[in-house]
């Protein structure tokens, strides 16, 4: 599978996100000479265990990640952050949760762009939206360098796109950046070979850079 990267949009302090900042974003990589290749979408929810003793001394994830793409539609992602653990699992899963009710989903997000084609590179501009809500929480960069899949030997050449982006993006004049914190993916017990689980651990870390930022601001 090619590497990827995600980079989120952090807001200057008392500014927002908007569709604005969205559509100049979507102008930089048309500037780039992006091509619309047509939509992506994944979905991340957070689960909490549904205790009704409160009491209860619990030996089990505390809270955990879910994560659905579009790409691979009959699979699904955990990923419990504490243990710095990331599953793959068939889709059908969520049915067994759903009966169980072991587990609530707290909060659902939705991750909504465009894909664009700009030779052996490819950039998803997306949107995080809350579930059943239009409001925009978020902006993230998809990048994805499609000759390579070894996440060491990509480094180089995705660090120098990654500053050609970030240039690119300067000359808008807008009022925040993009950030790129690489995930340990060692600490996963994930490989060098890129795989949809590394996709997983990064869409976890942007959204706690998210919320980070967020925070921040408020």
Same mark, same amino acid.
């Given at each position: !599978?090619?590497?990827?990267? @995600?980079?989120?949009?952090?807001?200057?302090?008392?500014?927002?996100?908007?569709? /604005?900042?969205?559509?100049?974003?979507?102008?930089?990589?048309?500037?780039?000479?992006?091509?619309?290749?047509?939509?992506?979408?994944? =979905?991340?929810?957070?689960?909490?265990?549904?205790?009704?003793?409160? =009491?209860?001394?619990?030996?089990?994830?505390?809270?955990?990640?879910?994560? +659905? !793409?579009?790409?691979?539609?009959?699979?699904?992602?955990?990923?419990?952050?504490? /243990?710095?653990?990331? *599953?793959?699992?068939? =889709?059908?899963?969520?049915?067994? #949760?759903?009966?169980?009710? +072991?587990?609530?989903?707290?909060?659902?997000?939705?991750?909504?762009?465009?894909?664009?084609? *700009?030779?052996?590179?490819? !950039?998803?501009?997306?949107?995080?939206? &809350?579930?059943?809500?239009?409001?925009?929480?978020?902006? #993230? @960069?998809?990048?994805?360098?499609? &000759?390579? +899949?070894?996440?060491?030997?990509?480094?180089?050449? #995705?660090?120098?796109?990654?500053?050609?982006?970030?240039?690119?993006?300067?000359?808008?004049? *807008?009022?925040?950046?993009? !950030?790129?914190?690489?995930?340990?993916?060692?600490?996963?017990?994930? =490989?060098?070979?890129?795989?949809?689980?590394?996709?997983?651990?990064?869409?976890?870390?942007?959204?706690?850079?998210? @919320?980070?930022?967020?925070?921040?601001?408020?």
């Amino acid at each position: !599978m090619p590497i990827r990267c @995600i980079l989120h949009w952090q807001p200057n302090q008392g500014t927002v996100v908007n569709s /604005q900042v969205l559509n100049e974003i979507s102008q930089c990589v048309e500037t780039l000479n992006g091509v619309k290749e047509g939509r992506c979408k994944a =979905s991340l929810t957070f689960y909490r265990p549904n205790l009704r003793d409160q =009491s209860v001394t619990i030996d089990f994830p505390r809270d955990f990640l879910g994560i +659905s !793409m579009l790409e691979q539609p009959n699979k699904y992602y955990f990923i419990i952050r504490g /243990q710095k653990i990331v *599953l793959e699992a068939d =889709s059908s899963i969520l049915t067994i #949760m759903e009966k169980l009710q +072991s587990y609530k989903s707290k909060v659902a997000l939705h991750f909504e762009g465009v894909l664009y084609k *700009l030779g052996d590179f490819q !950039m998803r501009v997306i949107k995080v939206v &809350p579930n059943q809500a239009e409001s925009l929480r978020g902006i #993230m @960069i998809e990048i994805e360098y499609l &000759p390579i +899949s070894s996440v060491e030997k990509s480094k180089q050449i #995705m660090e120098e796109f990654i500053d050609i982006w970030k240039e690119v993006v300067s000359k808008k004049a *807008l009022a925040g950046q993009f !950030m790129y914190a690489e995930p340990n993916y060692a600490e996963y017990g994930l =490989s060098d070979n890129y795989t949809c689980q590394h996709t997983a651990v990064q869409y976890a870390a942007a959204l706690a850079q998210l @919320i980070q930022s967020a925070q921040l601001r408020n």
